[in-house]
Every structure is written in structure tokens, then in C-alpha cells.
């Protein structure tokens, strides 16, 4: 659990409407994260050594010169820069290269882009076109040397797939995703059951992994929310639950070093951190199916809490030792502590 990435939710408002939307997005949730307000963590995050700087939502570039402000304050400051977006202004190769460029002129490198059926379907809604939309940005994107990350959601009945994008791709950049694919990233995922994506149907979602490993974003991105909630990960059961809450930065002006330091002395964070979710429904001996890593979290958090922390109370011992400290993901982060440190890039 070391921070790396700050992952600004700078609104929880969308154009699209998803109906797997973990975090419930849409066009009437109007609340913004003042910029005033990224400055000031992306000034604190900094100093205790964040990289990555995210920004993400809802859809970011619906207020595209605060967008813009802070990509640029962020590059200043010397952070590596992401903004995640739905891509519903790249309706032609124009639109793509004007937004685009301007992002990487106030100092983007990378964008990540979603493109499956889901999104699609509400980029089909608001511009009546065919959907080559990911198209468009990859071209610019590789014109202007800005990483792309082509996020990809997949269900049991979904038609864009991998395969579809990469043919899509060559077909119309002219030459095989091989060429580009240092720079062209494809990510999938399958939809977690939180938020409207609750509502989905079980069985079209494939298992994603065996999901026994332990979690990797938590303690390594720390997400700002508009509300003032900072969370500890940026994982979709954080909209479930205020369990993944290390601070406000609205009700009590939570500090990031604050954050980190009430993240660094929760147990349970740590047994994620090392265990993962699936691993310890096993040991609470709840079998149920899940998908996501982040389902498998959200059930332990919000539909076994009390079975977990019952199980907590009787093994606090056996889990810091054996599961925690006896881990080696957990001495790779000691390592790394005393390594930042050593250069001083940490006064903790
Ligand atoms: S999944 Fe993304 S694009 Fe879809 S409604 Fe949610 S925030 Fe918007
Ligand atoms: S599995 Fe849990 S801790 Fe990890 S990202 Fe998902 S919600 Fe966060």
C-alpha cells in the first residue's frame, strides 16, 4: 500500500446514463470539484510523492477549461497526467484533434477512452452516427504521442469485444495493431454489480479472474471526491459504502497525510491489500459468485460486515502476523518505505 496515483472525480455528473454505472452518473448530478481545491491536493500530493495525476468523473470535459487548468497545474508540478473519459466529443476526426490537442498543449499524456456496447449505445443517442468515435482519438492520439487506454466493458452478450477493436483499428489506421500497441492499450473489464450495475443480470457477467490475488489499487490511489469524501482506493465499492473513507476534505479539512495516515493504521485495509476480497469471504466461509474484485468487496464490506468484523475481533492477531506482516507484498512495501525515505521524498 504505497500512494502513487491521485484520482480526481472532479464531477459525478455524465451526458450518458449507463446501466452499469457503479457510480450512478448522469446529467442532473451537478456537483463539481472546485479547482481550487485539486490545486491544493495536487500541491500536497507532490510533496509526499504521488506520480499520476487522474482525472476522472462522471465526464471530466464537460468543463473543459477547468479541465484544462488542471492537467496543466498538475504537468507543472511534475505529475504524469490521465484524464477517463466517455470520448462523446470525438464525433469526427476534427473534434477529436481540436480536443486533443489542447489537452496535451496544457501537458496530457495519457487519455483513457471507454468503447463497448455500453457506451456506444448512448454515443449513438447524441449523435445519430456510426460509432468510430475511438477511432478518431486513436488517430489523433498517435499524432500528437498521447498514450490511449481503450477501456473495454464485455458481458455474456456484448459484441465489442477486443477482437472488434483491434480489426476496427487496423482497418481504418492503416496498419495492424501490432505497430501501435505500444501506445494504444487495450484494458478490460466485466461490469460490477454496484450502482445501476446491480441491476444486471448475474449470469451474462463472466468471471473475471480467478480473483484470489490481493488488491492493488488500495493505499495506491487516493480518490477526491466532489462531496468531500477522500477514499482510499478508486475501486467501485466506494460508492457503497464509507468504509473506503480516510478523510473529508469539505467537513474537516482532511489533509492527504492525513488520509494516508488513517489508511496506514486500518487493519482491514492492509488484509485487502495482501489477501484481496475473494480470499477472505473464503475464510468467513461465504461462497457466494462473484465477478469483479470489487463485487467480492463490496459484499464483504456492506452484506457480511458484521460477519467480518465479528471474524475480525476473534483473529486480529493471526490475520497482522500471518496474513499482514508474513506477506510479501507487505515487505515489498517496507522497502519501498524506507527507500522514500532515504531520499527524503517522505517526512513521515
Ligand atoms: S459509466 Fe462512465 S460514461 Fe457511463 S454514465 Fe457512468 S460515468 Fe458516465
Ligand atoms: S477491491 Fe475493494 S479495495 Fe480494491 S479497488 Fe475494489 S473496492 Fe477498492
Known sequence: MYP????FFVTYKCNYN???CSLNADSKKDLWLPIAVIKKFLKEGKQLGFRVAIFTGGEPTLRLDSLLESIQFAKELGYATRVVSNGWW???EESAYN???QMKEHGLDEINISFDDYHVTFFRQLWNIE???IVHVAKASLDLDIRLGIAIIEDANSTINERFVINLLSQHLGRPYEAIKENVVIIKDVPARIGRGKHLPTDIIPEREPL????EDIGMTYGIHPDGRITVCCGHAIFESDFYDVGNWKENGTTLREAIDNAS???IYWWLYTQGPKKILKKLKIHEKTTHLCDACKMLMVDYKDILIEYLRGHRDEILVNDVLLNTRAQEIVKFV???RRKSQWQL
Do not use: D
Open 4 to 7: 502513487l496515483n491521485l484520482s
Open 18 to 20: 449507463c446501466p452499469h
Open 90 to 92: 470525438a464525433f469526427s
Open 99 to 101: 480536443i486533443l490537442s
Open 131 to 133: 460509432p468510430l468515435y
Open 212 to 215: 484470489v490475488s490481493g488488491c
Open 265 to 267: 493504521r486500518n487493519l
Open 338 to 340: 524506507k527507500e522514500k
